[in-house]
């Protein structure tokens, strides 16, 4: 167990001198970074108008940070380092590969996005509630989930990145915020508290919560441990927090009620921890496992992309009709987890970086255009065409990207999967995939046929004055900021479908590195013989 | 010992499952409350229970002589308690404040945010 009752061999080697390379300080840097603005930012609560220009370029330099994580990654090999240079795994190791660093720099641009969208977006009493120091707490705790190579510490993580969620998600304490956030609290709760039951067993098993020395164990326990239970657990923690079918009704209720931006934030960044989570234990962790529940995975993952588009294609209201079509992408990620082949898991990782910027702009676009007719449903929807039509074409742009239509990014990851779906035969996975592609074409084709490109109902009350008038409206003035965090994540999904080489190559890496992470485990045990 | 402690969780989890099944957001506290102790002394159980030996290595050694308490688990249990602690503290003043402004803890009748009402989208253009 945990206590070694040989003596060690050679002490010498525990007495590490050389010191920290900058490399290594830079895998600990976005947290410390996210961390220390985001006190800085508590501190300076009273002074809203200060705010935004220091969170902004904070958020900016955790994008670099991140940037230059991912160059050193695919440059050098996965990265490590241990706190306090104890050996692993003693000290809690940060370890990272391609796939947490491409995480990390995704999550960040799309911060950084909702940084600049929440300039216009969240006003005064949003900045004293704290909008901005929240943000980049939970993105400390984002980042250190992507990065980090210690079980435990990725549970602390994820309750970082929780608690900051709830101080978003209540921010104005409206009555349906406080509705659809007590069902959220209480649901995420189980979920990472079943995450720490995992843990613990696991502990209880392993003697050990370092992710790199569990793949080295793994397998001389595998005959007498019920790692299968273990498995099963860690399954249904993260399917929780990634809303995967039977365990996701907390999605729905609640992603539609706080401000927009932070909409937009959680769609883009929290159901995708979980996702990575999923990759990183059922995957890297225990692949003889995965194989064991991957007809299981896959049926979850078609009832959730399915049950996903079908609840989006029954609501009037456009924001829940995106909460539910979150949840079919996050159906579209798992096929590739039950696949658990390279191209399958590829087709996971690129499919969740569209995810991440695509959700993101979608709640941005529809902020806009609500901000334009002054609504969200569509019963009472329309004239953004007439008052606006780029904003019309660019919301057009990302409903093409979420139905996976080309150039945009959604088709590409969904390629992949099928054709990894039909390679190993499993045709109904494909179907699925591609049946919820048309239900979602369905889907947004109705919202912008409805609440875009249809004229402004005319006995619509609610309504501003001056579209009442005669003459043709005049184009709406839409805020510099949010107009510019829009297009920049437009352009991103664009560049991803157009010139989608060097992605795939880096999901492909990643992928790789998951099922054999011997590259992993070497960096965090240099000398230590792979399994 | 463990085999007590084992039966003890699982009781421990029962009770909080059985609060969690109430429709009443208090009862959810009392089981969140329950929860967060149950996985306390699950995590203290994994980790061996070995009563009243200290983990102190005699000065000519480099390791216990001994099977000594494992002060890892502690570490852990008692990040998880401040962890569950101040979650327990959100929780109580979110579900005090729904229940000023929902006037009810009564979750099935918590319908703002999804209404029981909800018109559905249109079916023509």
Same mark, same amino acid.
């Given at each position: 167990?945990?206590?070694?009752? %040989?003596?060690?061999?050679?002490?010498?080697? @525990?007495?590490?001198?050389?010191?920290?390379? /900058?490399?290594?300080?830079?895998?600990?840097?976005?947290?410390?970074?996210?961390?220390?603005?985001?006190?800085?930012?508590?501190?300076?609560?009273?002074?809203?108008?200060?705010?935004?220009?220091?969170?902004?370029?904070?958020?900016?330099?955790?994008?670099?940070?991140?940037?230059?994580?991912?160059?050193?990654? /695919?440059?050098?090999?996965?990265?490590?380092?241990?706190?306090?240079?104890?050996?692993?795994?003693?000290?809690?190791?940060?370890?990272?590969?391609?796939?947490?660093?491409?995480? !990390?720099?995704?999550?960040?641009?799309? @911060?950084?996005?909702?940084?600049?969208?929440?300039?216009?977006?969240?006003?005064?009493?949003?900045?004293?509630?704290?909008?901005?120091?929240?943000?980049?707490?939970?993105?400390?705790?984002?980042? $250190? !989930?992507?990065?980090?190579?210690?079980?435990?510490?990725?549970?602390?993580?994820? %309750?970082?990145?929780?608690?900051?969620?709830?101080?978003?998600?209540?921010?104005?304490?409206?009555?349906?915020?406080?509705?659809?956030? @007590?069902?959220?609290?209480?649901?995420?709760?189980?979920?990472?508290?079943?995450?720490?039951?995992?843990?613990?067993?696991?502990?209880?098993?392993?003697?050990?919560?370092? /992710?790199?020395?569990?793949?080295?164990?793994?397998? %001389?326990?595998?005959?007498?441990?019920?790692?299968?239970?273990?498995?099963?657990?860690?399954?249904?923690?993260?399917?929780?927090?990634?809303?995967?079918?039977?365990?996701?009704?907390?999605?729905?209720?609640?992603?539609?009620?706080?401000?927009?931006?932070?909409?937009?934030?959680?769609?883009?960044?929290?159901?995708?921890?979980?996702?990575?989570?999923?990759?990183?234990?059922?995957? /890297?962790?225990?692949?003889?496992?995965?194989?064991?529940?991957?007809?299981?995975?896959?049926?979850?993952?078609?009832?959730?992309?399915?049950?996903?588009?079908?609840?989006?294609? !029954?609501?009037?209201?456009?924001?829940?009709?995106?909460?539910?079509?979150?949840?079919?992408?996050?159906?579209?990620?798992?096929?590739?987890?039950?696949?658990?082949?390279?191209?399958?898991?590829?087709?996971?990782?690129?499919?969740?970086?569209?995810?991440?910027?695509?959700?993101?702009?979608?709640?941005?676009?529809?902020?806009?255009?609500?901000?334009?007719?002054?609504?969200?449903?569509?019963?009472?929807?329309?004239?953004?065409?007439?008052?606006?039509?780029?904003?019309?074409?660019?919301?057009?742009?990302?409903?093409?990207?979420?139905? $996976?239509?080309?150039?945009?990014?959604?088709?590409?990851?969904?390629?992949?999967?099928?054709?990894?779906?039909?390679?190993?035969?499993?045709?109904?996975?494909?179907?699925?995939?591609?049946?919820?592609?048309?239900?979602?074409?369905?889907?947004?084709?109705?919202?912008?046929?409805?609440?875009?490109?249809?004229?402004?109902?005319?006995?619509?009350?609610?309504?501003?004055?001056?579209?009442?008038?005669?003459?043709?409206?005049?184009?709406?003035?839409?805020?510099?900021?949010?107009?510019?965090?829009?297009?920049?994540?437009?352009?991103?999904?664009?560049?991803?479908?157009?010139?989608? %080489?060097?992605?795939?190559?880096?999901?492909?890496?990643?992928?790789?590195?998951?099922?054999?992470?011997?590259?992993?485990?070497?960096?965090?045990?240099?000398?230590?013989?792979?399994? | 010992?463990?085999?007590?402690?084992?039966?003890?969780?699982?009781?421990?989890?029962?009770?909080?499952?059985?609060?969690?099944?109430?429709?009443?957001?208090?009862?959810?506290?009392?089981?969140?409350?329950?929860?967060?102790?149950?996985?306390?002394?699950?995590?203290?159980?994994?980790?061996?229970?070995?009563?009243?030996?200290?983990?102190?290595?005699?000065?000519?050694?480099?390791?216990?002589?001994?099977?000594?308490?494992?002060?890892?688990?502690?570490?852990?249990?008692?990040?998880?308690?401040?962890?569950?602690?101040?979650?327990?503290?959100?929780?109580?003043?979110?579900?005090?404040?729904?229940?000023?402004?929902?006037?009810?803890?009564?979750?099935?009748?918590?319908?703002?945010?999804?209404?029981?009402?909800?018109?559905?989208?249109?079916?023509?253009?």
């Amino acid at each position: 167990m945990a206590i070694t009752s %040989e003596p060690l061999k050679d002490l010498s080697v @525990a007495m590490v001198t050389e010191p920290v390379t /900058m490399a290594q300080w830079l895998l600990i840097a976005p947290v410390v970074w996210c961390l220390l603005v985001g006190a800085v930012l508590l501190m300076l609560r009273k002074h809203t108008w200060l705010q935004p220009l220091i969170a902004i370029p904070a958020l900016a330099v955790l994008c670099l940070l991140d940037g230059l994580l991912l160059a050193h990654v /695919m440059v050098s090999g996965p990265l490590t380092m241990t706190m306090g240079s104890w050996l692993p795994p003693f000290g809690i190791s940060f370890t990272t590969d391609s796939l947490g660093a491409l995480f !990390a720099l995704t999550s960040a641009l799309v @911060a950084l996005a909702a940084g600049v969208f929440g300039r216009t977006d969240v006003d005064d009493t949003g900045r004293r509630y704290g909008f901005y120091p929240f943000v980049l707490l939970m993105m400390a705790g984002v980042s $250190g !989930a992507f990065l980090t190579g210690d079980i435990f510490n990725l549970y602390v993580w994820f %309750e970082v990145l929780l608690i900051a969620s709830f101080g978003l998600l209540v921010l104005g304490s409206e009555r349906a915020q406080l509705d659809g956030g @007590a069902k959220y609290a209480f649901l995420n709760l189980i979920a990472t508290t079943l995450f720490l039951v995992a843990t613990g067993y696991l502990y209880g098993l392993f003697g050990t919560l370092n /992710m790199a020395d569990i793949i080295v164990k793994a397998p %001389e326990l595998r005959s007498s441990a019920p790692l299968m239970t273990l498995v099963t657990l860690y399954l249904l923690a993260f399917g929780m927090k990634a809303a995967a079918f039977p365990v996701n009704f907390w999605l729905p209720a609640s992603y539609h009620t706080p401000r927009l931006v932070v909409s937009a934030l959680f769609a883009g960044l929290l159901t995708k921890v979980g996702i990575y989570a999923l990759l990183r234990t059922l995957v /890297m962790l225990f692949p003889f496992e995965r194989t064991g529940l991957a007809d299981i995975i896959a049926i979850v993952a078609a009832a959730t992309m399915l049950s996903g588009v079908i609840g989006a294609l !029954a609501q009037n209201d456009i924001r829940r009709s995106l909460g539910f079509l979150i949840i079919s992408g996050i159906g579209v990620m798992l096929a590739g987890l039950a696949l658990g082949s390279a191209a399958g898991l590829s087709g996971t990782v690129f499919y969740a970086v569209h995810s991440m910027v695509v959700m993101a702009a979608l709640y941005f676009a529809v902020g806009l255009a609500a901000r334009i007719n002054g609504g969200f449903t569509l019963s009472a929807g329309g004239g953004i065409y007439q008052a606006h039509a780029g904003l019309a074409f660019v919301t057009l742009a990302l409903f093409f990207s979420v139905a $996976g239509l080309p150039p945009f990014s959604g088709l590409w990851p969904k390629v992949i999967l099928v054709k990894a779906s039909l390679d190993v035969g499993a045709w109904w996975l494909a179907a699925a995939i591609l049946v919820t592609g048309i239900l979602t074409t369905v889907t947004v084709g109705r919202i912008w046929a409805l609440a875009y490109w249809r004229p402004a109902p005319v006995d619509d009350l609610t309504r501003s004055a001056s579209e009442h008038d005669a003459e043709p409206p005049q184009p709406v003035r839409l805020p510099r900021g949010a107009i510019a965090a829009l297009a920049g994540l437009l352009l991103l999904t664009t560049a991803f479908g157009v010139w989608p %080489e060097p992605l795939i190559r880096l999901s492909q890496d990643a992928a790789i590195g998951l099922l054999d992470p011997s590259a992993y485990v070497l960096s965090v045990f240099p000398g230590e013989v792979p399994r | 010992m463990e085999a007590l402690f084992a039966l003890l969780v699982g009781a421990l989890f029962t009770v909080s499952i059985y609060l969690f099944l109430s429709k009443h957001i208090i009862r959810i506290l009392m089981g969140a409350a329950i929860l967060g102790n149950a996985v306390n002394l699950l995590i203290f159980t994994a980790g061996r229970v070995t009563r009243e030996v200290p983990p102190i290595i005699p000065p000519e050694f480099d390791v216990p002589q001994s099977v000594v308490a494992n002060p890892l688990p502690q570490a852990l249990i008692l990040t998880a308690i401040v962890i569950s602690f101040s979650f327990f503290a959100f929780l109580l003043v979110l579900g005090y404040r729904a229940y000023q402004d929902l006037e009810t803890d009564d979750s099935d009748e918590m319908r703002v945010a999804e209404p029981v009402d909800d018109v559905p989208p249109p079916l023509g253009y």
